[in-house]
């Protein structure tokens, strides 16, 4: 059974500081996809990594996907307060598409 | 306007009452998907679909059934709500066209369910 899990479910931190989020999941996949949901929202597209070794910008935020290791990483850069959302990473296995918890990111001045 | 609409919004209902929620979308995206959202598990599918006669369960879709009208609508439907069926519910949509965009989904806003 595909299982995605990842860490932190809940992170703080202060503006300008860097952090990774973490996505591990079970089996094979040919595509992962990171979304970003803002409270009382819906959830909005970040990224989509089809390949091993994909790496992914846009702004302050970074993702990468290792295959081999069924992991990806979602990387914040000198975080500001706009970025405080829950981020999911979603995993596409032959249409079974599963999602991880959640990480609560919360960026304090 | 919004490219995908989910209706009602928020619904109240009690236990053993038939309930449907309603998704439209005017993305022309063949691929559409129901989701639950419950605190601190994610996202779980429930049914999703690929064309108008296609109709596939999702993880969890005990209890629920779905219809796909036309390629614009996918409803979702409670035969017989039950107080665990309580959840923010989620409509999504994607294009089957492969390249780099490859499934992304597009989201409703919800429909926030409550089952007393």
């Known amino acids: 059974e595909l299982k995605v899990e990842q860490n932190p479910l809940f992170l703080s931190m202060q503006e300008g500081k860097n952090y990774t989020i973490y996505c591990n999941y079970s089996t094979t996949s040919d595509r992962l996809y990171w979304y970003r949901q803002d409270p009382g929202k819906s959830l909005e597209s970040l990224f989509v990594l089809l390949s091993n070794g994909a790496v992914k910008q846009e702004g302050r935020l970074m993702a990468s996907l290792d295959t081999k290791a069924r992991l990806s990483t979602l990387h914040i850069t000198a975080a500001v307060h706009d970025l405080s959302a829950t981020y999911f990473c979603?995993?596409?296995?032959?249409?079974?598409?599963?999602f991880g918890a959640g990480t609560r990111l919360t960026v304090k001045p | 306007d919004a490219d995908v609409t989910q209706t009602p919004r928020n619904r109240i209902t009690k236990t053993g009452k038939r309930i449907m929620l309603e998704c439209s979308q005017t993305?022309?995206?063949?691929?559409m998907y129901w989701y639950r959202q419950d605190p601190g598990l994610g996202l779980r599918l429930i049914y999703y679909?690929?064309?108008?006669?296609?109709?596939n369960k999702g993880e969890i879709s005990d209890g629920y059934s779905v219809s796909r009208q036309a390629q614009a609508k996918f409803s979702l439907s409670l035969e017989s709500a039950i107080p665990n069926q309580t959840a923010l519910y989620f409509c999504?949509?994607?294009?089957?066209?492969?390249?780099?965009?490859?499934?992304?989904?597009?989201f409703g806003p919800g429909t926030r369910l409550t089952v007393l």
């Open positions: 999504a949509t994607s294009d089957s066209v492969t390249g780099a965009m490859a499934d992304t989904q597009y």
């Open positions: 993305k022309g995206h063949d691929r």
């Open positions: 679909s690929f064309d108008v006669k296609d109709i």
């Open positions: 979603a995993v596409n296995n032959n249409n079974d598409m599963r």
